[in-house]
Structures are given as structure tokens and as C-alpha cells.
């Protein structure tokens, strides 16, 4: 049942996108990173330690990988990381480069590993390892290098995320429809967000309050943001990952030829708010506990 809302929520994702964006669909935000880490860090990796470790690389394996270890001194906390000065992340290094494959050449099939140097600033996502000795980085939650060209932004949007996390209802009682929408989006990602570094997942209720504040900050947002927007937050993606279905009493709007789709969507989104989903109260995935 999980692995189909899963399913569910992304194919509504992916309708929502121009074609251009579905080409990228997986390059995360830095919101959407924000929402998958236990720990984001604005650093610099000042040494990689002599010594590997040696660890499984999730629960349940029996191989063991083995780790280099990088020190990356810790500028500002965004999350996780209150009054941490230093953190510890085990990578595997690269592989030396194929012989017969030019320097440069992409290769495909998927992410390739995260490689931490000495020296590298940035923006760091980083995943508890389950032994709890160390952090680790996916590849889907690479860092932002600080000579990045959008690195100031990206920061400026990750902490923004942080503050949503840190306090909700704050971020969602903002004077601003923007800020709101923004707060509402940061959390929808969050409790849609399959944790990483985790096992089976169940799904719970978000708080019947917080819930209503979220959906109504949505119908607030602009559902035509403007596609020149870098991370610009989407409200009908948003809505799009509730996942609605007809046991919560929502259908999607009959459309004439000629009218828009999104319009439409979001004046039934309206009226359901005030009908069958007075109360309804959001799903949040979490990892399932022992």
C-alpha cells in the first residue's frame, strides 16, 4: 500500500512538470535535500583522517564497505548541528578513471558517489550513519560547492527551510501568503519525504491544526509561478503530493476543452477544503518503528 502512494505521489509530480523539468526531476532543491537530512552544515572539510573505517552501508547488510573519513569544520548549523564545531563523514573514495574512457565523459546510469577533498566549502546534507559513529552524504543530496554561481541563494533558501522546520506553525501563521505557501511546501516535502538510511516506513497523521494551515497556505500560493524562477516553490506540486484520492472525498474537475486544468484544480481544491476535507488531517511518512 505504501510503495503505491509512493508511486502515486511522484506520478502526480512529474504531470505537474514542463517537459523541460521532468529531464531533472531528480536534482532535489535545496529545499528538498533540507527536508531528507538529519544534518545541514555550512563548512569547509579541513582534513581527511589516515586511518578507514570499515561499516555496513545500511541496516540489514552484512558486507562491509570501506570508508574514508572527512572533518569538516562547521561555519553555521542549519539543522541537526546546534553547537556542533566539527563533523565527521565517511565517504567512499572515487574509482581512478576507466583507461579507455576520455577524462570528463559522463557516465551513465545514475549518481555517482559523493568525493570530499580537503578544502571544499559549501553546503552540506548529510545522513546519520545507523551505527551512529558518523555522517555519510548520498549522492542524491550532493553538496553545493562554494564556488558554485547560485551558492548565496541556495544558502539564503536552505536557511529560510530551517527556520520552517525549527518553529511550523510560526512559519505558517506568517503576515505573507509567500512566506506562508513557502513554509507549507517546505513541510508537505517533509512529511512526504522517505527517510534516508532507513528501512521500512509507516504512515502517520500530521497534527489536525497544523494540517489545516498547511492546506490553506496552499490554496494561497501562486499555482502559476513564473518557470524563470530557480526552486520557485509550485503550489499545485504541492497539492499534488497529498495524493488525494475518492476515500478522501476528492475528485478532479471535469475539464472543457479550452479551459486550464490548473485553474480549474485549484477552485475544486477550494471548495473540497470547505466540504469533504473540512478535516482532514495530512499523511506523513516516518520510519517504522522496531
Known amino acids: 500500500m505504501i510503495r503505491k502512494l509512493i508511486v502515486a505521489a511522484v506520478a502526480a509530480l512529474v504531470t505537474a512538470m514542463p ?33 578507514s573505517v570499515t561499516a555496513t552501508p545500511a541496516p540489514g547488510a552484512t558486507e562491509k564497505l570501506s570508508y574514508k573519513v572527512a572533518v569538516i569544520k562547521v561555519e553555521t548549523g542549519l539543522v541537526g548541528a546546534a553547537n556542533v564545531t566539527h563533523i565527521k563523514v565517511a565517504f567512499i573514495p572515487a574509482a581512478a578513471p576507466a583507461p579507455n574512457v576520455p577524462p570528463g565523459r559522463p557516465i551513465r546510469g545514475g549518481f555517482q558517489p559523493v568525493n570530499l577533498t580537503e578544502g571544499l566549502e559549501g553546503l552540506f546534507y548529510l545522513t546519520k550513519h545507523h551505527s551512529g559513529d558518523f555522517y555519510t552524504i548520498s549522492p542524491m543530496l550532493a553538496p553545493t560547492d562554494s564556488k558554485a554561481e547560485d ?25 505573507k501568503a509567500d512566506d506562508r505557501f513557502f513554509a507549507a511546501n517546505v513541510l508537505l516535502y517533509k512529511y512526504r519525504a522517505i527517510p534516508e538510511n532507513t528501512g521500512e516506513i509507516e504512515i502517520v497523521k500530521v497534527d489536525a491544526a497544523e494540517s489545516k494551515l498547511v492546506l490553506k497556505a496552499i490554496t494561497e500560493g501562486n499555482w502559476k509561478p513564473d518557470p524563470n524562477v530557480a526552486n520557485a516553490p509550485n503550489p499545485y506540486q504541492a497539492f499534488s503530493l ?42 506523513k511518512w516516518i520510519p517504522k518503528k522496531k
Do not use: C, M
Not at 527556520?163 to 503576515?175: E, I, R, T
Open 19 to 51: 517537459v523541460e523539468a521532468k529531464r531533472a526531476i531528480l536534482l532535489y532543491t535545496p529545499v528538498q535535500k533540507l527536508v531528507r537530512a538529519d544534518a545541514v552544515v555550512v563548512g569547509k572539510v579541513t582534513a581527511i583522517e589516515k586511518e
Open 151 to 175: 551558492y548565496k541563494a541556495q544558502i539564503a533558501e536552505a536557511k529560510k527551510g530551517a527556520a520552517v522546520l525549527a518553529d511550523p506553525v510560526k512559519a505558517l501563521k506568517s503576515d
Open 242 to 283: 497529498l495524493a488525494l484520492n475518492d476515500k478522501d472525498g476528492w475528485k478532479y474537475p471535469v475539464v472543457k476543452p479550452g479551459e486550464d486544468f490548473i485553474a480549474k484544480t485549484k477552485e475544486a481544491f477550494v471548495a473540497w477544503l470547505a466540504g469533504h476535507g473540512k478535516d482532514y488531517q495530512i499523511n
